[in-house]
């Protein structure tokens, strides 16, 4: 399983984009990495996943280098309600593969 | 479709007791999940089901069981509770075979062991 790593906290204003990197250095090629947000007494919601480059969706951006030892979630214009606990995943795509989450980024929005 | 769906929501367990969490999902679903979280924590795997009849040990199964007896259900049975068994349970499924495909997750089991 690929090691991730990501910071324990980060704090943002209101409207303003938010990155949040994850490390993944020993990411295998048959690896996807993927993003899930939860909010207090809630399980974790599916945000995006992707395998390089650039993933868009409505909620959010994911971006891939080249190398895939690293990724980016990118939230735009964040408001008081981004605030919650985001996990980023390394998947492998077939297998009895043991998801696992790590402990995931705090995002404190601030008004 | 109702999804995941999890019994009871908060349940209080004496030292000793046994008891079993139930996780329904309606999806039809081959692949499902038992996690547990602690306080401030990420989630830890307990459990894991590829298919009815089939189960394998996650990252932290001592003192839990599971059965798979259809694809909807997939009950976590404790044995004996512990203090350290205090924790959020959830239970989670996959749609087919990509493990990168989106998890469904229930909305938890509080579970206290006093």
């Known amino acids: 399983l690929a090691k991730t790593t990501q910071p324990i906290s980060m704090d943002s204003y209101e409207g303003q984009e938010v990155n949040i990197t994850c490390s993944h250095n020993?990411?295998?090629?048959?690896?996807?990495i993927t993003w899930y947000q939860q909010f207090p007494s809630q399980g974790p919601r599916f945000i995006i996943q992707?395998?390089?480059t650039k993933v868009t969706n409505e909620v959010a951006s994911l971006f891939i280098p080249a190398d895939r030892k690293s990724s980016t979630l990118s939230l735009p214009r964040v408001s008081l309600s981004d605030t919650a606990v985001y996990y980023c995943?390394?998947?492998?795509?077939?297998?009895?593969?043991?998801?696992?989450f790590g402990t995931g980024t705090r995002l404190t929005i601030i008004p | 479709n109702a999804g995941v769906t999890q019994t009871p929501k908060f349940r209080i367990l004496k030292i000793g007791q046994s008891m079993t969490l139930q996780c329904t999902q309606d999806m039809n679903h081959n692949y499902m999940y038992w996690y547990r979280q602690d306080p401030g924590m990420g989630l830890k795997l307990i459990y894991y089901s590829v298919g009815a009849g089939i189960t394998d040990k996650g990252e932290v199964p001592n003192g839990y069981n599971v059965s798979r007896s259809t694809t909807e259900d997939f009950p976590l049975r404790l044995e004996l509770a512990a203090p350290s068994q205090t924790s959020v349970y959830f239970c989670a499924s996959i749609e087919g075979v990509l493990l990168y495909n989106e998890q469904f997750f229930g909305p938890g089991t509080r579970l206290t062991v006093l």
């Open positions: 992707g395998y390089k």
């Open positions: 995943l390394v998947v492998t795509n077939f297998g009895n593969e043991k998801l696992t």
């Open positions: 020993n990411i295998a090629t048959n690896d996807y």
